[in-house]
Structures are given as structure tokens and as C-alpha cells.
């Protein structure tokens, strides 16, 4: 009896297209790819892209959530708005080293569906069709990839923060690591326009409608040493790729004191983590050591956040293996993380003192009302230099005095030799001092207030204003892109390519009446002509209409 054969699984496995793919497909076709270029390209067969095509009005139409595969009539549309904002909150959650788990985000889920019901007329009846039901919560993780842990949630993980403690001391003293040699990273989020919630300007911003730059949210990612000697470049992702302000103002990237990135949700992803690493902080280790006459060992703890690889170890450079990965264990990051200890509320203290200032000197010296600096003046590209100025106020002490709880041996040994120079409570008085004089009614529990507020939990109002600020950033990227190719035709004044062609029809004129082959020299010169030069004279026939 002959052997059965084995199913061609590759050939019959039904493969599922997202939406997002068939959005991509339809573009492409309508810049003119071929159907035939298009299945090889997306290995489809060619009555699949046809099928897609036909149906490109009702999919473009669609605004689905990540991962979706199918139009559903059974779908209710408000469930990609709770997708997608679910998504942007779990993010939150885990960039702060929260705890979060299937229950967790099944309950958050619910409400924020209650909320957009509330907010949609007319669907007030459908309240109780969204369970938040297993099977859901199932087909949300594999669509959109999150990771989350199971078990109960807990406030702190004291058994295993202890045990680590004991591991780390034994690890330090075993592989005789230095304060020199051991490091921190951790991420934080920055309202970077976000004012207390007392003052006039908070005020107006929340009784208009529409765009709330308030709301506008970047990522940091700060790392620095035990011994508060070494601050590493910081990492900066937000959710524009090139902001118009950085055109205006001729910035680049390059040139900046932060590794600036980008993506929708401004949030740290595996593979920007992993840039970060082998780009800046190795090499800046690296150099350091060699500076100080140190040996090339480094030990570098982080939180266990998705965006930090498990198997970072494997992604370094070679020349960058002596590097060691430790990471904390769950739910300890608050408790153990130096980063947490003060050093990140001590950066929004000082960002916000920057801040302040900046505000002084705009209406101290200019006619620029407090509302004009705060509406048209103050841009993503002063927030960089009052981020570059807050992280270097962040001093060797409170660096140090953060390794406490973890290692307070290394506080011991690195003695500060000089007093606290910018400590906490007097930063918040100096704001509050700031803001008296530019007329704002602040005090200092506004003050912490608003330090807090970075890291508080997002509303449902405040996850859908995040995503607007988003969409309408990367909006007007696209928008912003057609407007320089306009631009640049503009700025090609009418004289200069007056003065151009009349250079051309002398230089065209000499080759026809001295070049040997007459014939071959007015073939040339017809060819440039309606391949280079006819450009500039539709140019200047659209300028002169």
C-alpha cells in the first residue's frame, strides 16, 4: 500500500489579509502598479487583488482597528475606537511599569466603551452587547501582539524585590563591578505643554474645541551611572517624524542632544530600544570607561517593559559584548528602579522651572503677551532645549541618592563632595515665584500636581485626545511634504529662470552655429531642452498666470 501523501499545507492554509494590507494595495494600484506586480509583491493571487479593488470604496471607508482582517456587519464600529484607544492606554500603563493582566484590560475596555457609548448618540441601546469577553480579549492580543503577564495584580512584589537585592549584592561583589560601572534606563512620559490646572491658560484651552496641544505627549528615556557621573544622551520618541517646526526653525536631527524617533503612539518600541543601545548608550559607555581607565565592564538594569528586549543580550554589537543585561523582576519598579527614586519627578520639577522661565524672559523683554508665547511661539524646538537643560540639572546627588533602596553601598562610597545644589523644594518654589510674576495663580501643590498628572491614569476624553493630536500631526507631515515641493518652486523666482533661459538659448545658439555636426548638435540641444529646460518655462508660465 502506497504511502499517503502529505496536504500541501503552504498551498491550502488560507492566508488572512488585514486591512491595513488592502489599503496599501489599493494605493499602490491607484499610482499606477499592476495587478499582476501587485500578487507578486504581496504574494496573493491575482482574482484576490482584483476582489480587493473592486471592494476599495467600503474599505477605504473603514477606519479598523490594528490586526482587523474582516469587514463585519456584526462588528459594531465603536469597538475600533475602543481598540485603538485600549491599545494607546496599555501602552501608558506599561511605559509607568504598572501591572497589568487580562482582567485589567478587559474591565478598562469595558469602560472605555461605556464612555464612547455615552458619547455617540443613538447608541445607547448597544451598552450591554460589549462583554469584554475572553474570545475577545483572545483575538485583540494576537491582532495587535501585546504582551501582557498572568496572575493577580499586586501593589509590590516585596519577596522578590528582596531576593533580588540579595542577587544583585552577590552579582556586584562576585564580578567586582564599580558605581562607574552600573547603570539605569527607564522611560516616562512628558505633556510637554501642560500647564497647572489653576491658570488662565488651562483654562481657555479646555473651554475650546478641537486640537488641545496641552494634550500633546512625547516619550523620554533617561540612563545614567551610580555614581552620578555619566548621564547618557537621552532617547526622545514622539509622534511626528519631522515636525513643521523643525523646517521652520532649519533643525537637524543629528545635531540634537536627544536620538529623536517616531511613531503614532510616541511610545518606546523593541526595535528603537534596541537603536538606542548600540548607537548611544554603548559607545558613550565605551568612551567613558576608556577615559576613566576603567576595565570594559558595564551592568545595566532595566524594568521589564515590552519595549526591552528579553533577548537584548543577543542584539549588541560584538564590540559592545561586555555589556550585561539585568532586568527587575515584575511589579518591583516602583519600589526598586533607581530612575523612580526621584530622579524622573525631579526632571519634570526642573522641566517645568525651565519652563517658566522661558516664559519670563519671552514677556520681559519682547511685547509678546503670556497668551501670544503660549499660542504661537512656544513649539517643539524650545521644549528640546528646556529638556537638554532640565536633564543636566539633574544632579550628581540625586543620582546617587537613588541607588538607596537597590545598592546603598554605592551611596556610601561615592560621598558627595558637593552640597545639593538645585534640590527639590526650593525648584518648586522658584516655579511658583516664576509664575506669580507672569500673572499665573499657582502654588506649590499645583505645582505637584502637575508633576503627578504625567504619570497619572489617562481618561477616556484624554486617550481620544492623545489620538486626534496623533492623526492630526501626522496629517499635516503629509500635507507638510507637498507644501515644501511648492515651496521650493516658489523660491525659483521669476527673474532667475528668465535669466537662465536666456543664458540657455546663448549657450544653445553657439553649439548650433560652431559644432561640426550640425546635425547631431541640434539633436543634443532639442533633447535637453525638452527634457531639462522646459521644466523651469512651465514653472514660469504657472507664475506669470
Not at 501523501?5 to 499602490?28: F, G, L, Y
Not at 516616562?188 to 500647564?195: A, I, S, V, Y
Not at 551610580?226 to 521652520?248: M, N, W
Not at 521644549?383 to 553601598?409: D, Q
Request: glycine share 2%; with cysteine.
Amino acid at each position: 500500500m502506497s504511502p499517503k501523501k502529505k496536504p500541501q499545507e503552504d498551498s491550502h492554509k488560507r492566508r488572512k489579509i488585514t486591512v491595513e494590507m488592502k489599503r496599501k494595495i489599493i494605493e499602490e494600484r491607484e499610482r499606477g502598479v499592476s495587478v499582476a506586480d501587485l500578487a507578486r509583491t504581496y504574494n496573493r493571487s491575482t482574482s484576490t487583488i482584483c476582489t480587493i479593488l473592486k471592494d476599495k470604496d467600503r474599505i477605504k471607508e473603514v477606519d479598523a482597528s490594528k490586526g482587523v482582517t474582516r469587514i463585519s456587519t456584526q462588528r459594531l464600529r465603536i469597538l475600533d475606537d475602543v481598540e485603538r484607544l485600549l491599545l494607546r492606554w496599555i501602552n501608558e500603563k506599561q511605559l509607568q511599569g504598572d501591572f497589568v493582566n487580562e482582567n485589567i484590560i478587559c474591565e478598562k475596555a469595558k469602560a472605555i466603551f461605556a464612555d464612547l457609548v455615552k458619547k455617540t448618540p443613538g447608541s445607547s441601546t448597544t451598552e450591554e452587547v460589549f462583554k469584554g469577553s475572553r474570545g475577545w480579549f483572545e483575538k485583540f492580543k494576537r491582532r495587535t501582539g501585546i504582551v501582557v503577564r498572568h496572575g493577580e495584580a499586586a501593589s509590590f512584589e516585596t519577596k522578590a524585590a528582596e531576593n533580588f537585592i540579595s542577587n544583585f549584592k552577590k552579582l556586584v561583589y562576585f564580578e567586582g563591578y564599580l558605581p562607574q560601572q552600573v547603570f539605569n534606563c527607564a522611560e516616562t512620559g512628558l505633556f510637554w505643554k501642560k500647564m497647572p490646572k489653576r491658570t488662565y491658560i488651562t483654562q481657555e484651552e479646555n473651554a475650546l474645541p478641537g486640537h488641545k496641544p496641552m494634550k500633546d505627549r512625547l516619550t523620554l528615556l533617561f540612563c545614567a551611572n551610580a555614581s552620578g557621573d555619566l548621564k547618557i544622551k537621552p532617547l526622545l520618541v514622539y509622534h511626528s517624524e519631522t515636525p513643521q517646526d523643525f523646517k521652520k526653525c532649519k533643525i537637524q536631527k543629528s545635531r540634537l542632544n536627544v536620538m529623536w524617533r517616531s511613531n503614532n503612539t510616541a511610545c518606546v518600541t523593541r526595535d528603537i530600544f534596541t537603536d538606542w543601545i548600540n548607537e548611544v548608550f554603548a559607545p558613550s559607555v565605551k568612551k567613558y570607561l576608556l577615559e576613566m581607565n576603567l576595565p570594559l565592564h558595564v551592568l545595566l538594569i532595566m524594568d521589564n517593559s515590552p519595549a526591552h528586549p528579553p533577548d537584548l543580550q543577543d542584539h549588541l554589537l560584538e564590540e559592545f559584548k561586555f555589556i550585561k543585561i539585568l532586568f527587575l523582576p515584575p511589579n518591583t519598579t516602583q519600589l526598586l528602579q533607581p530612575m523612580n527614586q526621584q530622579v524622573l519627578s525631579s526632571f519634570k520639577k526642573l522641566y517645568t522651572k525651565a519652563l517658566f522661565e522661558r516664559c519670563f524672559e519671552v514677556t520681559e523683554v519682547t511685547n509678546i503677551t503670556l497668551r501670544e508665547f503660549w499660542k504661537c511661539h512656544f513649539h517643539i524646538v524650545a521644549c528640546l532645549k528646556m529638556i537638554e537643560n532640565a536633564w543636566e540639572g539633574v544632579t550628581k546627588r540625586t543620582l546617587t541618592s537613588a541607588w538607596k533602596k537597590l545598592w546603598p553601598e554605592s551611596v556610601v562610597e561615592c560621598e558627595f563632595e558637593e552640597p545639593e545644589t538645585v534640590p527639590v523644594d526650593p525648584v518648586v518654589y522658584e516655579i511658583v515665584s516664576l509664575a506669580k510674576i507672569v500673572g499665573l495663580e499657582v502654588d506649590s501643590n499645583d505645582i505637584e500636581q502637575l508633576v503627578e498628572e504625567h504619570n497619572q491614569e489617562l481618561t477616556t476624553e484624554e486617550l481620544l485626545e492623545l489620538h486626534r493630536v496623533s492623526q492630526q500631526e501626522v496629517e499635516e507631515g503629509s500635507l507638510s511634504e507637498e507644501e515644501d515641493e511648492a515651496i521650493t518652486e516658489k523660491q525659483q523666482s521669476s527673474t532667475e529662470i528668465r535669466e537662465m533661459l536666456k543664458a540657455w538659448e546663448t549657450v544653445a545658439s553657439y553649439i548650433e552655429k560652431h559644432h561640426p555636426n550640425k546635425a547631431e548638435a541640434m539633436r543634443a540641444t532639442n533633447l535637453f531642452d525638452e527634457h531639462a529646460v522646459s521644466h523651469f518655462r512651465q514653472i514660469l508660465n504657472c507664475q506669470q498666470k
